[in-house]
């Protein structure tokens, strides 16, 4: 390409390997940034060097006026003005306190019609890719990765099996299982964007398209030693790191099979969108937990609990448990409501009826709660209530008897008018109020 013609030139090249051990892909696109601005104006990098700062002040004012006058956004002007000022500032050049204006720089007209997948439309996107691109699929949208964590810009490093360290592989059986599930998956420091080391979990279905992506390989004879990586490069039989470029292009084809326009990053969008929803109905997933599986760093507090090395057993294990409970957010396929969930919404129903307040609730651990200290928690809010409901009225002293029947039994005293209404219950039973008698 004509703009790699421009690291042929030595100082081009240091400012160029500079940025790239910030980010590759951003010193790529600062040196096409750069190229598109020195041929647009006849010039070089080097040529700019010998300009006049207000010069160059002028020609960037320029190519942004030009730009939007041909309907581009705001944004990709100001790209190339911070390529220039990049590649005049490592030459310790400045344009001083000249300042360029742009329309809405933070528009970005491609991504505005762009929505988060709902769990079934990425059920649709998932059963139009083979085993390989499904695993992917299910580290990005279960996970929260970036394409960038399974493969980096040059194969050089991603993902690999010792950042699996829950993970049992029976060469004899060619079978690949995981000791816990939702199982660890460790990013390491290169290949997370924030630079700092943390790990995600990966659910039961997540689980399942790898093992099955695992298996196929292992049949094809690959070692899957803890140095191989985990998601492999599409095109080699060998096994090796896969690139970002590659892995966005194989999820983008399965998104165009099943009809989507999606960016292969609307998975990590996705992840985010259903993880929120969790985090406002599931008891004990805290934003903080969203925050540290999506790798960003957060507040202060955030750095001094969760942004360390290694955590203590304990949160550990909170982390592990609260994800579990809020998983089903991320399910595309629907599970049979376990026993414990029923239980839950049981007591949650009969907690809520006698008064207590769902943020009273958030704190308490519904399922494994003891029958006894649920005994307890209801007589001591009936105990609260009962006062108020057995105040005098203007005819008389009279109380008010809350009681759970069979739905056709509550029917025939509500309609005889003995009884309200008060609410549902699972099972086909019902919470009804004795109706205040006046005398």
Not at 270 to 276: A, H, I, K, S, T
Not at 331 to 347: F, G, N, Y
């Amino acid at each position: 390409m004509a703009h790699k013609t421009l690291l042929r030139n030595q100082q081009v090249h240091r400012w160029y390997s500079n940025m790239s051990r910030g980010s590759e892909p951003t010193s790529q696109a600062y040196l096409r940034r750069l190229g598109l601005f020195c041929r647009r104006w006849h010039s070089t990098p080097t040529g700019l060097l010998t300009k006049e700062p207000q010069d160059i002040h002028k020609l960037l004012v320029d190519t942004v006026t030009e730009l939007e006058g041909k309907g581009y956004a705001g944004s990709y002007g100001q790209s190339i003005v911070k390529s220039v000022k990049s590649w005049l500032s490592f030459n310790n050049i400045s344009l001083g306190e000249r300042r360029i204006n742009f329309t809405d720089p933070g528009d970005t007209p491609t991504l505005q019609e762009e929505k988060a997948p709902e769990q079934d439309e990425l059920r649709k996107a998932l059963e139009h890719g083979c085993t390989r691109t499904k695993a992917a699929m299910a580290l990005c949208a279960y996970c929260g990765f970036r394409p960038g964590v399974l493969g980096n810009h040059r194969g050089t490093d991603g993902l690999e099996m010792r950042d699996l360290p829950e993970i049992q592989i029976d060469r004899e059986t060619m079978a690949v299982t995981f000791a816990v599930v939702p199982t660890m998956v460790i990013v390491r420091r290169g290949l997370s964007k924030a630079g700092h080391r943390y790990f995600a979990l990966l659910n039961e279905e997540g689980c399942r398209y790898l093992s099955e992506e695992l298996e196929r390989r292992l049949r094809l004879g690959h070692t899957l030693a803890p140095n191989s990586p985990v998601i492999s490069h599409f095109d080699a039989k060998k096994e090796h790191h896969i690139t970002t470029k590659a892995v966005s292009a194989r999820i983008r084809e399965a998104f165009r099979a099943a009809g989507f326009n999606w960016r292969p990053y609307i998975l990590r969008v996705y992840f985010d969108n259903r993880m929120l929803i969790a985090e406002s109905k599931t008891r004990g997933f805290l934003r903080d937990y969203r925050a540290f599986f999506m790798g960003h760093r957060g507040d202060i507090e955030h750095v001094y609990t969760l942004n360390k090395c290694k955590l203590p057993e304990s949160l550990e294990a909170d982390m592990r448990e609260a994800f579990g409970r809020a998983a089903r957010f991320l399910d595309t396929v629907p599970k049979p409501e376990d026993a414990s969930a029923r239980i839950e919404q049981l007591r949650e129903i009969l907690l809520l009826t006698v008064g207590y307040a769902e943020e009273e609730l958030a704190k308490t651990d519904l399922v494994q709660m003891s029958t006894d200290d649920l005994g307890q928690m209801l007589k001591r809010k009936v105990a609260e209530t009962r006062p108020a409901e057995s105040a005098p009225h203007r005819n008389g002293n009279n109380t008010r008897r809350q009681r759970v029947l069979d739905a056709h039994e509550a029917a025939v005293l509500i309609n005889n008018g003995s009884c309200e209404f008060v609410a549902n219950l699972p099972g086909g039973r019902v919470v009804v109020v004795d109706r205040i008698q006046r005398a």
